[in-house]
């Protein structure tokens, strides 16, 4: 087994996240683990190579708005903020397809073919996979069973808040 661990780890972490978008795409439950993952992936390949990683920045974007949704509930501001965070690391994975014959020559004296091929692949489906969640997230409605059970409570809060207004206004 001379290759590299990541090579089999690519399809794992891609299949597992898929899963996760199909699985969980109306709470959006998967977007935390699955950035979560990507950003230490990020981190281990900065230590490691010692040479900068652009995921550490977008997938860091990613649990920012994860944590801002888990804090104020499913509304606009994080539904805009997952969404573009998403995008953010859409975009970073399409950079490798997009400059590949440059990043192909630079691995050539270092990687297999297989793992060139594995890491080509993986970039691709993560690229689709973010502009699918991010699609996804677009898609999750504020005013459906869809969102937060917190936002929900807090909802239901507000709504009773109102009426219990209108009720001593009439009064």
Known sequence: MGEPFGTFLMPIYAILSWYGLIAHGKSGAYVLPVALVGWVWA?????VRKSFDLGIVTFFLVLLA????????????????LCVSSIAVAANFALVPILWSDIQ??????RSDLWQTMFWWYCVTFSVYWVC??????????NTIEYSREQRSTDEIERLSDEDISQENEN
């Not at 981190?43 to 230590?47: A, K, M, P, Q, S």
């Not at 020559?105 to 270092?110: I, K, P, R, V």
């Open 66 to 81: 994860s944590a801002y949704e888990k804090k104020c509930g499913f509304s606009k501001g994080p539904k805009v903020a």
């Open 105 to 110: 020559t630079d691995l050539a004296n270092t």
């Open 43 to 47: 981190l281990i390949n900065i230590i």
């Open 133 to 142: 969640a991010s699609i996804r997230t677009y898609f999750r409605g504020e």
